[in-house]
């Protein structure tokens, strides 16, 4: 796959040229916002890897003139630690990932697979949101890019749930949520937990499980990794 | 030595003594002389008398010495001697014939054989006196030659008593005697008491003069208890009196008339009574004054000992020229560690040797010595060597006639160790500021590590094969970030150290080194570049090198801030911050100059006053420029501000050069 990294830090471009190459993926180096734009209008990478902070135009902005241009290029940005006001921030504009500085490979990697399974599944058509009762409880699986297109159908699902005791919200690997929804998401499930019902989380990515603890999600809901470690 | 012993007697004695010595002599001379004058005159008075009865014999009785008639002739001899009084006086009467035989006698006994041919008389003189003897007393004896013609035909012998004589000379000496001892006596006693009557007053004044030396004002006879409590100046000593005291005449003129009793309770006028009355008067009035100045003194001298004594700082004497301290106060004792006893003659460079020196020769030189010397933040050390920082204000005095410095310092060690404090809280107070930013900083060498490390670990653990070159490429790069982490650490930590009090020599590069090295990748995220233009041959400063760090970046902080508000107002221009260092002759600069929104003059007055800040709320506390400019204040330099609103602020730290250090460089 073709991938362009955007980063001011030489030492990190090198680096990502290396690990990038050798997991077998044709990189493109920019080291400026700018320079990373001109890039990008020339080779049409789907996937772009780019650093927040730069001098100059920063990450953020690079991510909107991405978008504009392309808003089907998934956009994976690079946070310092913890930064995650940023994260959210990029997310709001469309990002489908970000990871944390320092880089970890396995975290690196598996951004990579689940950009590469959206890749797949975008060119196919699917539903994002499907819902399964068993007795007590409302399942709701939740394929692909959940975005602010799916407010109707999130609280569709939601009002959905009727007599429902429990929620499960079982999200697949690749899925990404986009900012507006994770609000959203939020308001819905401390709703229902504040009219007396359970919600557990199942099979969310660490990142976005470290986005819903930011805005207080962890406190009405559960998470689980899997689907199958919820009692149904 | 009469003369000498006559000194030493009092002055009563030498009054009696000289009084009675004239008195006497002048007496001796009287009496002398009254006896001559009288005595030889009573006696040639008697001698006339009875001249005169012989001569009356002589005319009476020389018809009967012709004829004679003895019979007629002793009755004539007895009419003369029994006349009156001349029976005392008159002790015999005789007539000798011409052959020299008795005619004639009054004695009623025998005619004394030792009167026979005694006091012969010729005719040529009048008459012959001469002192004889007859039974068993003695008479002046008057002879006169009886006369008849040319001839003599007689002599006529009256002989005068000389016992009668003697009585009355007696009687007269004993008058007189007793006249001049009365004279004396009276005498005497007058000059008694005139000796008195000036001695005593004398003598008074003398005992009271002996007391004031001595300093017992109580004990004057002079001045009396009721006086005192009613005079209102006895216990105000403040209130000068007018009707005696001038003393505040010329320089009272603008002062209110202060009290004027109608009748002065001590001071009299000295017009009153004799010379030693008045002197009398004076000497009270003298007392009574001296008696006010030196209760005046005692308070101003109490006033100073208590000020001196209770002061809450050390104080100290100094001579000038011995360079020892003559007295010190117990709040020295307190701070200093030392004991009076251990400090009065202890040299003053035992204190500080530098300020010591410095001291003395300021007052040394006579024409600076009006004005009082003042030093702050000079190290003083106690007796056990710790060093401490006083603030001290030296002035001459002159102490027991002798010129000598009054040194009173104040410990100002808590201040100094406040102001560090404050300087090291407000120095991290902005390493807390740029956490974000160091944090960033420190997380792209990590970043590069990390991914690095797991490519290294992923090639491993996959065995995938990679040429030889990139994996040197990694592990170089992985060295090389590493080195740069460990270098923000070290200048982290180097700006959060505590700066110790002790100066040192710095080359202003090197904090502008270190400020720039943390600063300039942040800043330049921000898209705020840091230039520099650093003259390599600077002369060394006088200073600390981390509290420079901590002015500078002060200044390149607010000079970001002013960049960053610039393009919050919407001018996108290219921030860039130069600092640059120079040197003259007299100085070294560091001047931080951006090209951000500029400073008003109104503000620009006062950006260094301390919580002065043009920040919101929370963003800052307007202490920064306020610490960096007392900092470069405490080396002796200036910090100056040049601005023009729109385009930018240039803030200039000038040092004086470190001389000795020059040759250093």
Redesign the interface.
């Known amino acids: 796959m073709k991938i362009l990294v955007i980063d001011d830090?030489q030492?990190?471009l090198?680096?990502?040229q290396?690990?990038l190459s050798?997991l077998g993926h044709e990189v493109l180096l920019a080291n400026s916002g700018e320079r990373g734009l001109e890039v990008f209008a020339e080779h049409r990478p789907p996937l772009v890897l780019t650093d927040i902070?730069?001098?100059?135009m920063?990450g953020i902005e690079v991510l909107s003139r991405l978008k504009e241009d392309e808003p089907n290029v998934e956009v994976v940005v690079i946070t310092?630690?913890g930064d995650m006001d940023v994260a959210i921030q990029a997310l709001h504009l469309d990002a489908t990932d970000f990871i944390n500085?320092?880089?970890?490979?396995e975290v690196l990697e598996k951004a990579l697979e689940r950009v590469e399974e959206r890749i797949k599944l975008n060119t196919e058509k699917f539903i994002t949101l499907a819902t399964r009762f068993t007795s007590d409880t409302m399942v709701v699986s939740v394929r692909g890019t959940l975005g602010t297109a799916d407010e109707a159908e999130i609280k569709h699902a939601f009002k959905g749930a009727g007599r429902a005791q429990r929620i499960v919200l079982d999200f697949t690997e690749n899925t990404s949520i986009n900012g507006a929804a994770i609000a959203l998401l939020t308001d819905s499930i401390r709703s229902f937990y504040n009219d007396g019902g359970k919600v557990v989380i199942s099979g969310l990515s660490e990142n976005f499980r470290n986005v819903f603890e930011i805005m207080g999600v962890t406190r009405f809901a559960t998470f689980v990794d899997n689907i199958q470690d919820v009692q149904l | 030595m009469i003369r000498s012993k006559f000194a030493q007697l009092s002055l009563k004695n030498k009054f009696f003594f000289s009084i009675l010595i004239v008195i006497l002599l002048i007496s001796g001379t009287i009496a002398l002389l009254a006896r001559w004058i009288l005595i030889s005159g009573l006696t040639q008075e008697l001698e006339m008398r009875g001249t005169a009865i012989a001569h009356s014999v002589a005319t009476r009785g020389t018809e009967y010495i012709l004829e004679n008639d003895t019979d007629h002739l002793l009755s004539v001899l007895f009419d003369e001697k029994q006349l009156y009084e001349r029976r005392n006086l008159v002790a015999y009467i005789y007539v000798e014939g011409k052959n020299g035989k008795v005619m004639s006698h009054t004695f009623t006994t025998p005619f004394p054989k030792r009167l026979k041919g005694i006091n012969p008389v010729t005719h040529k003189v009048e008459k012959s006196v001469e002192i004889v003897p007859f039974g068993g007393h003695e008479a002046y004896d008057i002879a006169v030659p009886i006369k008849e013609g040319i001839y003599q035909i007689g002599t006529v012998h009256v002989g005068l008593s000389k016992a009668h004589i003697d009585n009355l000379v007696g009687k007269l000496r004993a008058m007189f005697l007793g006249f001049i001892s009365a004279v004396i006596i009276i005498t005497f006693w007058v000059s008694h008491r005139l000796a008195k009557y000036i001695a005593d007053p004398v003598m008074t004044l003398t005992k009271i003069s002996d007391d004031l030396s001595r300093g017992n004002f109580s004990s004057s006879d002079l001045i009396n208890t009721e006086e005192q409590i009613a005079c209102p100046a006895f216990h105000d000593t403040d209130l000068p009196c007018w009707h005696f005291d001038e003393q505040r005449m010329g320089s009272g003129k603008t002062e209110a008339r202060p009290h004027r009793c109608k009748k002065c309770a001590f001071y009299n006028e000295p017009s009153d009574g004799d010379e030693v009355q008045q002197l009398t008067t004076s000497f009270r009035n003298m007392v009574w004054s001296i008696r006010l100045y030196r209760r005046r003194l005692q308070e101003s001298e109490n006033t100073y000992r208590s000020l001196f004594r209770s002061g809450p700082d050390p104080i100290f004497v100094v001579d000038v020229q011995t360079r020892k301290l003559v007295d010190a106060n117990p709040r020295t004792e307190e701070l200093y560690g030392y004991t009076r006893d251990e400090l009065v003659g202890m040299p003053y460079s035992v204190l500080g040797e530098e300020h010591a020196k410095e001291c003395f020769e300021y007052f040394g030189n006579d024409e600076l010595c009006a004005e009082a010397m003042k030093s702050a933040r000079i190290v003083h050390l106690r007796k056990d060597g710790i060093p401490m920082y006083v603030n001290l204000t030296a002035c001459l005095i002159s102490y027991r006639t002798r010129p000598a410095i009054i040194v009173a310092t104040t410990d100002v060690t808590d201040i100094v160790e406040k102001d560090a404090q404050l300087i090291q809280a407000s120095k991290m107070k902005s390493l807390g500021e740029m956490s974000t930013g160091v944090?960033?900083e420190l997380?792209?060498?990590?970043?590069?590590?990390?991914?690095?490390s797991?490519?290294l670990?992923?090639?491993h653990e996959q065995g995938?094969e990679?040429p030889p070159e990139?994996y040197v490429?990694?592990v170089t790069?992985i060295s090389?970030?590493v080195d740069r982490a460990s270098d923000i650490i070290n200048t982290l930590r180097s700006f959060g150290r505590k700066a110790d009090l002790l100066l040192e020599d710095v080359n202003l590069n090197e904090p502008v080194g270190s400020v720039v090295s943390l600063l300039s990748r942040q800043f330049?995220?921000e898209?705020v570049h840091i230039v520099t233009e650093l003259d390599s041959e600077l002369p060394y400063i006088t200073a600390q090198h981390n509290k420079l760090q901590q002015v500078l970046l002060n200044l390149v902080i607010n000079a970001r801030d002013a960049i960053v508000e610039r393009n919050e107002d919407g001018r996108d221009v290219r921030g860039r911050i130069l600092i640059r260092t120079e040197y003259d002759d007299d100085g070294v600069s560091v001047s931080v100059e951006d090209n951000g929104t500029g400073i008003p003059d109104h503000v620009a007055e006062k950006v260094f006053e301390p919580f002065f800040t043009t920040k919101a709320t929370g963003q800052g506390m307007g202490l920064g420029l306020a610490i960096s400019y007392g900092i470069v204040r405490e080396y002796g330099g200036e910090l100056s501000i040049l601005s023009t609103v729109g385009e930018g602020t240039c803030f200039t730290v000038r040092f004086p050069r470190q001389e000795v250090a020059r040759v250093a460089n």
């Open positions: 830090e030492p990190t090198t680096m990502f290396l690990l050798t902070k730069m001098p100059g920063d310092g630690h500085k320092p880089l970890r490979l | 944090a960033h997380n792209q060498p990590l970043n590069a590590i990390r991914m690095g797991d490519f670990s992923m090639v995938i990679i990139q490429q990694v790069e090389t970030q330049l995220i898209d």
